[in-house]
């Protein structure tokens, strides 16, 4: 039977001998029926918490003027304030107000790649509006980067492979972390009315590295996630707790043994006032490539842990998922890097349109392709002379074995 709840580790006991076995063992059921945990006892300072969260409340709080002043369509980077319903996931408009953090780094030289632009200094709020909310959300961040390497480690030996087996993709101390704090409106602030209505806070998704851990800053419930069967179960906040979500480079990088998993975030109900969550990116190497994930990897995952997830599948009747997977070669991206730039042009056109024009005349040439691939096959379908034809499974629930 697919999964009705998600569970919750404990990471300390990571740290003792004894009951360490145990924890991988519960870690490895998680990674491969569910693709979700919560995580307890990270290391993080309850002060460090209370302050990351009232801190980027506050951040919300501050004049408009001051938030503009560090729009992300200012700069390459994709760093930066964005305003409410600017960004877009599943070709639906988010209805979120935001900014975009990372681990700092130096303008790229010239004549680096690209996707290079992603790495750069942030656009901080003024210390006259916010005077801690700098050094707060670097330490945080810097924390949060040292916990992701130590339980990607954890996620290598839960599946019987070397506890460094990831190591090859992380950029040393040059690796690029990235955060959002996040402000989701409730149904009346975004014109939905009263009543049951909840909107797009975030459409469903995957997330594309390996591993992300999302703070859930207030009480309200929104965040669900995608059971093998289709189902949508509640993730509600839990105090104490992070929230692990397992990307789509994880499960391609152990051979689909993790389990990447579908999420989304539906708006609070009217009248339940903003949801706030703060959930932070573990990067990876830019300059990987789809050949090296596909060629390198991580090294042979057990044959009997691949028949297990095989067993899991079946046991489920195969695996029902709104989003379909698409990390994988083949496409006009061959870096980790080229691919991430994509999708943030994808997802944010405003910054594209300025800083990306050509990128994001391509991606929207793909998609008009695309919309029409699928007019022709929904066309196809409905015409009774083309009953003998297969319809392609990308016009249907994606089943992906």
């Excluded at 988010?94 to 942030?122: C, F, K, M, V």
Aim: aromatic share 8%; with cysteine.
């Amino acid at each position: 039977m697919s999964f009705t709840s998600v569970p919750i580790l404990d990471l300390s006991l990571a740290k003792d001998p004894e009951t360490k076995p145990q924890f991988l063992a519960d870690l490895r059921h998680a990674l491969m029926e569910v693709g979700f945990l919560y995580l307890k006892n990270v290391g993080i300072p309850d002060e460090l918490w209370q302050e990351v969260i009232a801190q980027g409340k506050a951040f919300f709080d501050i004049p408009q003027e001051e938030k503009l002043k560090i729009e992300m369509k200012n700069a390459p980077s994709f760093l930066g304030y964005s305003q409410l319903s600017a960004e877009i996931t599943a070709g639906q408009i988010d209805h979120r107000e935001q900014i975009d953090l990372s681990t700092e780094h130096p303008l790229p030289a010239p004549g680096a790649p690209l996707y290079e632009n992603l790495l750069a200094p942030n656009q901080w709020p003024s210390e006259a509006a916010l005077p801690r909310f700098r050094a707060v959300y670097t330490e945080y961040m810097a924390r949060m980067g040292a916990i992701s390497l130590a339980f990607t480690s954890l996620i290598a030996e839960a599946i019987c492979l070397p506890a460094d087996a990831f190591a090859r993709y992380f950029d040393g101390e040059r690796q690029q972390h990235k955060l959002k704090v996040v402000k989701y409106p409730d149904a009346a602030e975004i014109g939905l009315g009263d009543g049951e209505a909840r909107g797009q806070g975030v459409g469903p998704h995957k997330d594309s590295m390996l591993t992300s851990y999302l703070l859930q800053a207030s009480g309200h419930r929104g965040l669900q996630v995608q059971n093998m069967q289709g189902a949508w179960v509640d993730c509600p906040p839990v105090a104490g707790t992070l929230v692990v979500a397992i990307g789509q480079g994880l499960e391609a990088l152990t051979q689909g043994v993790c389990a990447s998993t579908t999420h989304r975030v539906l708006s609070p109900r009217a009248g339940e006032g903003a949801r706030f969550s703060i959930p932070f990116f573990q990067g990876v190497r830019g300059s990987a490539t789809f050949e090296e994930l596909e060629t390198v990897g991580v090294g042979q995952v057990p044959e009997e842990l691949r028949l297990q997830r095989q067993r899991v599948l079946q046991a489920n009747g195969g695996r029902l998922d709104d989003v379909e997977f698409t990390f994988r070669g083949g496409g006009v991206a061959k870096t980790l890097g080229e691919a991430t730039l994509r999708n943030r042009v994808k997802s944010h056109p405003d910054v594209g349109e300025r800083w990306y024009p050509d990128i994001l005349k391509d991606i929207r040439e793909q998609q008009a392709r695309e919309a029409q691939q699928k007019k022709s096959q929904d066309a196809s379908a409905a015409d009774p002379k083309d009953e003998a034809v297969d319809v392609s499974t990308q016009a249907q629930a994606v089943k992906a074995q």
